[in-house]
């Protein structure tokens, strides 16, 4: 079974809007970190968030805020007033480790974000 | 602060050639690790490492090798080199779990093509 799953493999927002992407996880530790990543096409792999599974309220960065629903195990990335720069691949990943001692990170397939003027 | 660093940036194989793809990290991260990127997909994890002499498999590890001699380096070794290694290949670093999240440091990349 997958562990992340990105379902949208391309979206397109118009500059200044909010937009959603989707993620949802697989895991039955306990204990497991969510990230957001940004690949713009330069490849280079920028952190964007964090959402830790024990955290009780939803992780924001700026213009970036993680809506986190553990029981429906999604952690979808929500920017906030869309940029040109934001135009770029994005990336969910895990990571596991509470009965293991080892970070271990899961990616998913990404999403091709594409803003418009 | 150099973070982590890839060599080469690109590099052209012929099938059946080795290479060493070289990783070093200088914020003495215990975790390292190497991914691969194929064409529009996300990362998979090649081989990962704990700390200096300890190395495991990820979910793509055949036709690969890692050594980790020293906490600051994490070399990836290509034996055999075939078409469908050809991929950009990511070198990542993180340190030890706080308690708290920590991200993973990732590398500039290294574009391999095998022809």
């Known amino acids: 079974a997958q562990k992340i799953t990105q379902t949208q493999p391309g979206m397109f927002v118009q500059e200044k809007e909010a937009v959603t992407l989707d993620c949802t996880y697989d895991?039955?530790?306990?204990?497991?970190?969510l990230f957001w990543y940004k690949q713009p096409s330069s490849g280079e792999m920028i952190f964007l968030i964090y959402?830790?599974?024990?955290?009780?309220q939803n992780a924001t960065e700026g213009r970036y805020s993680l809506n986190f629903q553990k029981a429906r195990k999604s952690a979808n990335l929500v920017i906030s007033a869309s940029q040109l720069g934001d135009s770029a691949m994005y990336f969910c990943?895990?990571?596991?480790?509470?009965?293991?001692?080892?970070?271990?990170?899961?990616f998913g397939s990404g999403t091709k974000l594409n803003v418009k003027p | 602060n150099a973070g982590v660093t890839q060599t080469p940036k690109f590099r052209i194989l012929k099938i059946g050639q080795s290479m060493t793809l070289q990783c070093t990290q200088d914020?003495?991260?215990?975790?390292m690790y190497w991914y691969r990127q194929d064409p529009g997909m996300g990362l998979k994890l090649i081989y990962y490492?704990?700390?200096?002499?300890?190395?495991d498999k990820g979910e793509v590890p055949n036709g690969y090798n890692v050594s980790r001699s020293t906490t600051e380096d994490f070399p990836l070794r290509l034996e055999l080199a075939a078409p469908s290694q050809t991929s950009v290949y990511f070198c990542?670093?993180?340190?030890?779990?706080?308690?708290?999240?920590?991200?993973?440091?990732f590398g500039p990349g290294t574009r391999l093509l095998v022809l």
């Open positions: 990542a670093s993180s340190p030890l779990r706080t308690g708290r999240g920590e991200t993973q440091y």
């Open positions: 895991t039955s530790d306990p204990s497991y970190g």
């Open positions: 959402q830790g599974s024990y955290d009780q």
């Open positions: 990943a895990m990571r596991e480790g509470g009965r293991k001692n080892f970070n271990k990170f899961y």
């Open positions: 914020m003495n991260h215990n975790y």
């Open positions: 490492s704990v700390g200096a002499g300890i190395t």
